[in-house]
Structures are given as C-alpha cells and as structure tokens.
C-alpha cells in the first residue's frame, strides 16, 4: 500500500477527551485522553476505514474557517 496524507480535525469535548476525525473519510473518528494517544488510534481508524472504503477516495479537505453569528 502506497503512502497517503490525511487531514485530521481534532476536538476536545466536555470530559476532557480529544476527538480526532478524518473529513475525507465517511466515519472515520476516535478518541483518546491524550494527542500522543489520539494520535496511534487516528491512524489505525484511517487504515480500518481504508480497508472498507477502498483506495479510491474521491473526495479533499479543504480546511476549516470560522464564522461569528
């Protein structure tokens, strides 16, 4: 398998757990209490995600932007 680059958004919610997710992959997110840890499980939810999806991904983060209401 060929190397890919992903972008991960990462979170942190109301219990103090960071909350990582893969936009160009439908579902692909887990947490940890720690980045480090965060970090080892982002990547193994990529691959599991990989092998059911396929290689074939067809869609690009773009970024994220802020917006006041």
Do not use: N, W
Not at 3 to 17: A, H
Not at 24 to 39: F, I, N, V, W
């Amino acid at each position: 398998m060929k190397k890919r680059e992903f972008s991960v958004v990462i979170e942190r919610d109301e219990d103090g757990y960071y909350v990582g997710s893969v936009p160009e992959l439908k579902g692909c997110h887990t947490q940890a209490k720690s980045l480090d840890k965060l970090m080892g499980r982002i990547k193994e939810a990529i691959l599991l995600c990989l092998e059911v999806e396929g290689e074939d991904i067809k869609t690009e983060f773009i970024g994220v932007q802020r917006v006041v209401v």
